[in-house]
């Protein structure tokens, strides 16, 4: 049965009794779900759109209703493939089983409709044919990372739902299907299988390329590509608007022998990308895998490819679960510069990307001399990054790990220029929440701070701050206990976070060190701060107290003030009239 519906009348096969489909589907799922009407039906299936009445939402209910015991096993095939896979490309299964001899599954009900349907008014707009490349090259990755090739993609078999997202709906004649298939008869759809599945072949990964790129020319033009290639009349002939890239990439991806055409269908949406520019769809990574387990050669490999000719790749200075930073060298301007790339992992989730969106902005938005700069942010093949300021030296964690704890005059002036650095960016009203060791670099050269990532933040809204899953983001054992507690958050967790790194760096071991956010919280609560006097002879006890308010568990005993943290602790940095060391006075003066 063809998925090519929407709000009009039923589609129903001659002989089929739809007054009885409705009745039974009504008797047999009362209860649970209210049966709204019939979508289309055919001797073996139907399609019905229903309410779930537990959820309240619309879902649609497939059910399989004839006595054919292989046809039925089919549908059973098909249903287990679909819930095995979760791709937003993908309809998703809610649930499945049986009511007396029929079969059935839940699916998600998309309010759109086919592309067929709405080809038939007009060709797509070119935005929305590269959304439909995106979407297309984004699950046959998928699905070809689980070792399934779909075959048959075809206009009826993809819903274009009003938020231009498109939905594959049919898997029925997968290759994990195809011992229980019947035989296709739907014409329609031939000209959008490759030759080789056309000729009954189980078809590789090139075959679904194919696929996409006959509905790529479909959407374009509003015709379907001929069976014989060699007779394509090219879609910017037809439709002169069609970009030359685009044009060229539905050539390839159309030629009638599979090892000419792209290897993989996320290889097709590169090419057309590095023309065009915009984004695209990253290839998910396998089930079970992460930034932790992701082969670096390959990680490398193909942030080159996506970097191009704007960038040479050097050297990585670091990794974590968000991405990679790298040392790269600007071809253009013909400077190092570091950048930061988001792990194509995490760009499956649209929060994540916006927050690495937003941390960039946020951070081109600060212009300090203790703060990093940025300078540009780019997406290509599949890969979401940033540049920014490279500073040669080690961050505050490696510098105390290589040197152990710093010599008193050495952390009072980090101190003063991170907080220099922290009045301007709470004077903007952000407030980074990233003040952690790994954050605090050190140049080589002048052995001056700068504060890096700046742009994990939270925009102050009102006294009362923002509350809320994320300002959990940081490290729990520089974290401020509000912030582990996903309390209000406002410029005192960033004191408090500086404070801690003081004390690091005079001790060379964290306060509250390791464990959960849990063990963390729990040592904060019932524990105190170390005394830095009794382990370190040359830190005097006003410096001492400075460090503690900084550092206290509840934020309205802190600092009011990034400034008012910098004059309290130069004040206590004074020391007593006729023991003022001479290297004290060159590097602090009287103020």
Known sequence: ?????????????????????????????????????LVAASPERALFQARDETLKRRVLLRVHHGGDTTSRTWFERE??????????????????????????????????ESLTDTVARAPRPIPSVLQLARDLAGVLEYVHSQNIVIRKLAPTTLMIENTERAYVTDLRFANICLDVAGPDDDPVAIPFLAPEVREGGAGEPASDVYSAGALLYFAVTGKAPPLNTEELVPARSLRPACPSALDRVIRRALQSDPAERYLTAMEMLEELVAELGGTITPAPLASGRSAATEDQMAWEKRLRRALGDDYELLDELGSGGFGRVYLVRDLALEREVALKVLHPYLTMDPAVVERFRREARVAAQMWHPHIVNTYDIGRRAGLLWYTMEYVRGLNLGRTIEKEGPLPLPRVLRFMYEALDALSHAHGR???????????????DATGSLQVADFGLVLAIAGAEGVAGPASQSGTPEFAAPEQLLGEPVD??????????????ALLGSTPFAGGTIESVLARQTVGHLPDITAQRDDVPERIARVLQKGAAQDPADRFESAEAFSRALREAAKPAEGTLPRLFRTLFGQG
């Not at 709000?7 to 009885?20: Q, S, T």
């Not at 410029?491 to 690091?504: C, K, T």
């Open 429 to 443: 009203g952000l407030v980074p929440r990233v003040i952690k060791p790994e954050h605090l670099l050190l140049a």
């Open 79 to 112: 249903t287990e493939l679909l819930a095995a896979l979760d791709h937003p490309v993908l309809r998703p299964v809610y649930a499945a089983g049986t009511r007396g001899d029929w079969t059935y599954r839940m699916t998600k009900w998309i309010d759109g």
């Open 1 to 37: 049965m063809s998925q090519t519906y929407n709000e009009g009348r039923p589609l129903i096969a001659p002989g089929v009794d739809h007054v009885a489909l409705v009745e039974r589907a009504a008797r047999e799922f009362a209860g649970t779900h209210e049966i709204l009407r």
């Open 491 to 504: 410029h005192r967790a960033d004191l408090y976070s500086l404070s801690l790194a003081a004390y690091y």
